[in-house]
């Protein structure tokens, strides 16, 4: 075994780590260096391009100068975002001075969006592949080695990878990705995803249901199913066998009690009570939903086509909390979008107040070329109004989770053992089934990662729970 960088970079998540490749190093005899950028969908995606370069002989490899092959699988969704894989392209640049024999790829969501634009803008890259063409890039290798430069961007209506054993890449041995589906038909004005990964599909049922088991069977303690609207998940088996979202939830909940189950991301419009109702009866469901509402305004919701108005978002909420009244509930907002007043502004603050959600992510609007809002409206809210209007939506969200944080204090929460916790080696660290990471010393030696413990919460700070292990009666 050997230790190699998977570097996943999230520009809005900020995650960064190291993998452990589980097969023998010295199998391989090529080399190649990826980091992620974006979302967990991109890093999955990683996931099958390392499994489909094993199969091609490339091992991996935490030095970009050992590699033959660089690869950087990449995201769209903010401007910001593609800066960043621009700017590393330029520091791979004298790597590639010092070893031109080396090929560079640039994968995911930029390749997709820029397509062969991205060679003649980026002269140090290779390859572009999109994130639908990844079966092709041993051909695409083999042609650029041959000294030409390859570009395969084609999206498909069936691709989900299904068939393919994903490789973990920054692995803790415990918690897991697993892909359902992939793309995206919800056309909100101001995404580039529909553009970059196309069309909706959901995997096979049954092949979703094996990759958990393997995993279960590795050790594998928790699994997040992934897709970009997970409740429209809908897969029809070749014996005509209906599959909902609820009922796949329902039968990866019961793989075993001990396999924690979460899912993101939800779409207000698309969960349903089902949904609810099966995460209230499994107890190793994770009572947690990310439910993104963007804005608290109507006029706002209804310009970016999410399909929903500030009413029906509160309904959701309350829907929730009726049914599982301890779920964590965090979301994503987006302040100044195209023609929004201030108070329209104060009405996503209202919201923020009402809902007082566990944790969110939050951005200011940045155009994206070819988005339907690029087309339809103009960016027309100046950026220090964008700014300042994140700040106040930062400073609500702040204030709210401090207090959600505070109530924990006194209570006791069954917790999953990740790791270490990253200041001390003497701490675990762990999360609540909100979602919530719990730090607590270490007793005895006979406890280890993948374990469960419960934690009685002392201490809170805006974003860590700290506690320590208590025996229930
Ligand atoms: N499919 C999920 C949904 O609908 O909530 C998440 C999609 S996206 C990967 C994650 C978040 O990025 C969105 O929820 C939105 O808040 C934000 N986002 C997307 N496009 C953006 C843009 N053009 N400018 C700023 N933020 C954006
Ligand atoms: Fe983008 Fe909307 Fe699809 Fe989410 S649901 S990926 S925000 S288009
Ligand atoms: Fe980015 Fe593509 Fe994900 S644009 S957020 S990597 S789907």
């Not at 050992?66 to 392209?89: F, G, H, M, Y």
């Amino acid at each position: 075994m050997t230790e190699v960088l998977h570097k996943v970079v999230d520009e809005s998540r900020q995650g960064e780590a190291y993998a452990p490749f589980v097969n023998d190093p010295n199998q391989f005899h090529k080399k190649f260096y990826i980091e992620s950028y974006g979302c967990a969908m991109n890093f999955s995606d990683s996931e099958i391009i390392a499994s489909i370069l094993h199969e091609e002989g490339y091992g991996p490899t935490r030095e970009v100068e050992e590699a033959s092959l660089v690869l950087l699988n990449t995201c769209s969704i903010r401007d910001k975002a593609e800066q960043t894989i621009r700017t590393r392209l330029q520091a791979f640049k004298k790597v590639k001075e010092r070893n031109p024999g080396m090929l560079i790829g640039v994968l995911g969501c930029m390749a997709e969006r820029l397509k062969a634009k991205l060679l003649e803008e980026e002269r140090l890259v290779d390859i572009v592949v999109g994130p639908d063409a990844y079966r092709s890039l041993p051909g695409l290798i083999a042609e650029t080695e041959g000294g030409q430069k390859s570009v395969n961007v084609l999206l498909s209506r069936e691709e989900t990878y299904g068939d393919i054993a994903p490789v973990r890449l920054d692995s803790n041995g415990v918690t897991s990705f697993v892909s359902i589906m992939r793309g995206c038909n919800n056309m909100c004005t101001f995404c580039v995803v529909p553009f970059t990964r196309g069309r909706e599909r959901s995997r096979d049922a049954e092949s979703i249901l094996n990759e958990c088991r393997v995993l279960f069977e590795q050790g594998y303690k928790e699994i997040t199913l992934l897709g970009q609207n997970v409740d429209s998940y809908y897969y029809t088996s070749a014996d005509g066998v209906d599959a909902t979202f609820a009922h796949l939830l329902e039968r990866v909940a019961l793989i075993s009690p001990l396999l924690r189950v979460r899912f993101s991301t939800s779409h207000p419009k698309d969960i349903t009570d089902d949904v609810l109702y099966t995460m209230a009866k499994y107890h190793n469901i994770c009572k947690y939903i990310h439910l993104p509402v963007q804005s608290g305004n109507t006029r706002i919701l209804q310009q970016m086509n999410r399909t929903y108005t500030r009413e029906w978002y509160l309904h959701k909420v309350q829907r929730i909390r009726t049914i599982m009244p301890d779920c964590g509930i965090s979301t994503d907002v987006i302040s100044g979008f195209c023609t929004e007043t201030e108070e329209e502004h104060q009405d996503t603050l209202s919201l923020m107040q009402v809902c007082n959600f566990d944790m969110a992510y939050m951005y200011s609007y940045s155009e994206r070329p070819g988005t339907l809002a690029a087309r339809r409206f103009t960016d027309d809210v100046p950026e220090p109004v964008k700014s300042r209007r994140l700040a106040e939506i930062i400073k609500v969200q702040k204030d709210n989770q401090a207090i959600s944080y505070k109530l924990d204090i006194g209570k006791t929460f069954e917790v999953l053992i990740e790791g270490n916790s990253k200041k001390s080696e003497n701490d675990w660290c762990g999360r609540s089934t909100q979602n919530k990471v719990i730090v607590f010393p270490k007793v005895g030696n006979d406890l280890k990662k993948g374990d469960y413990v419960h934690v009685k919460v002392l201490q809170a700070t805006s974003a860590t729970l700290i506690g320590e292990i208590v025996e229930l009666n």
